[in-house]
């Protein structure tokens, strides 16, 4: 028998079947990318260029609500860092944003007792709330932890400040899951407010830290109810709060808000792209969204995600390769407060190309992992044999996912969604807040992330990606 087994072994190495098998010798794509892996770290890690975008975005733009003058500069600054960056093809795709503004009023104080002064507390709109009146308006509160909390008072909910308290749970290793469990409040919190007969939503800030900054973020509101403003308070600002409550459950808050939604505003998608050398129609989207809220400076949020995405095809050009297929990176406008610009993108007409790919970064600039892997088993087995090429930087971490809201509307026409994955335990300390600035991202991190673009989006255009079913 052992003989028979060292035929067929001699047998399998003159067919070259037994090295592959073994994973003694890379199979040829890891071969030949093994030398653009290392010329991409080099170039990036020695003369990277992303930390010095995000630093002209940060300093020179600074936040960028979608419609605002800031967006209107953020879209400069991407087609002039792109063309810089020697992109092919830079334009702009028009289309039209929501408005919304934050106004120069935004306090809250509260009252407790009769001789007690009043005791502010840090707060912001949340972004798409209606305002007070000029007074603002003055209530009890009724603090709760869950809408269902919230439904079964009944008819104490009359007539008061709704107080949406539930932290973050602290117990959940992903970041992500914590965020999951308490945005509700946030997203919906002024809908059960104004259906249980609250004049006004105030949510604990829809992060783990505990300080006295703010976070603000998306609301919505129901056709069947009245739109009650609604605003974050900080999470230090919630648990004083909420000891103040204990101690006086009778006690008046007042909330003014001079914030209001304008007629939509033009705005643009920002696009450039490496034209791919064999298969031009075939193209991978890279990107992030250009738009942030109205605190801090969007460094996480989403600025790493569009250096992430520029920086990857300034390198892949810096190396002097160009891809087989076309690696477009489009920087998304209107991520945080509608989507417009993801719709837009995916609608559009592009006649004799087809996407086969979108690969976004909106989970910050912090340390790459690996890639949120979307289109089904079949995609997931393809990528995970880029395995090699990938572990020596310990990006070979590849997950059944998916990609974020700017390449939602893509993939719901079929397009298999990609996300990178980057360490983002710290994610929600600056997320939509003034802790949200460029002091916060570490260039070699975020250098790191732009390497993970590059590489992975390079190596698809290579091998390409099994076909998969359109919806
Ligand atoms: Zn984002």
Request: aromatic content about 6%; glycine content about 14%.
């Amino acid at each position: 028998l052992k003989s028979g087994l060292k035929i067929a072994s001699v047998a399998l190495a003159l067919l070259g079947v037994n090295a592959r098998l073994l994973g003694a010798d890379p199979d040829p794509l890891a071969k030949r990318m093994g030398p653009i892996r290392g010329r991409l770290v080099r170039e990036g890690l020695a003369k990277g260029q992303a930390f010095a975008m995000l630093t002209e975005l940060c300093t020179t733009v600074g936040h960028r609500l979608s419609g605002s003058p800031g967006a209107a500069k953020a879209v400069a600054w991407a087609e002039r860092t792109m063309k810089r960056a020697g992109l092919d093809r830079v334009r702009l795709e028009p289309v039209m944003v929501p408005r919304w503004v934050r106004g120069e009023t935004e306090t809250a104080s509260y009252q407790s007792g009769a001789a007690k002064p009043d005791t502010p507390l840090s707060i912001c709109a949340l972004g798409g709330s209606v305002g007070t009146s000029s007074g603002g308006i003055t209530a009890e509160v009724l603090e709760v932890r869950s809408f269902e909390e919230l439904r079964a008072v009944g008819e104490r909910a009359k007539g008061k400040i709704i107080f949406f308290n539930r932290p973050f749970d602290p117990g959940l290793f992903d970041p992500f899951a914590a965020y999951g469990g308490a945005v509700g409040q946030r997203g919906s919190g002024a809908i059960e407010a104004a259906r249980a007969g609250g004049v006004a939503a105030l949510v604990r800030s829809v992060t783990g830290r505990l300080d006295d900054v703010p976070h603000t973020g998306s609301m919505s509101y129901a056709g069947d109810v009245p739109k009650v403003p609604a605003a974050a308070v900080s999470t230090v600002g919630a648990n004083r709060l909420s000891e103040a409550l204990k101690a006086d459950p009778r006690l008046r808050l007042t909330l003014a808000l001079s914030c209001e939604t304008l007629p939509d505003a033009p705005s643009s998608n920002v696009l450039g792209e490496l034209v791919g050398s064999e298969m031009p129609g075939e193209v991978i989207v890279i990107g992030g969204h250009l738009d942030s809220w109205d605190k801090g400076q969007g460094a996480h949020d989403d600025g790493a995600g569009c250096v992430h995405a520029i920086e990857a095809l300034r390198l892949l050009k810096a190396i002097g390769v160009r891809p087989k297929r076309t690696i477009r990176a489009v920087m998304f406008m209107n991520e945080e407060n509608g989507n417009r610009g993801g719709i837009a993108y995916a609608a559009a007409a592009r006649p004799g190309e087809r996407a086969i790919a979108a690969i976004e970064s909106d989970r910050g600039g912090g340390m790459p992992h690996g890639f949120s892997v979307g289109g089904g088993p079949a995609v997931l087995s393809a990528v995970s044999k880029w395995g090699p090429i990938f572990e020596p930087l310990q990006l070979d971490r590849f997950r059944a996912g998916g990609g974020g809201t700017d390449v939602a509307p893509l993939t719901a026409k079929g397009v298999p969604g990609f996300e990178i994955i980057v360490d983002t335990q710290r994610y929600f300390d600056y997320h939509h807040s003034d802790n949200d600035v460029l002091g916060e991202v570490h260039p070699r991190e975020l250098e790191l992330g732009a390497i993970a673009m590059a590489l992975f989006s390079y190596t698809m255009a290579e091998d390409g990606l099994p076909a998969v079913k359109r919806p």
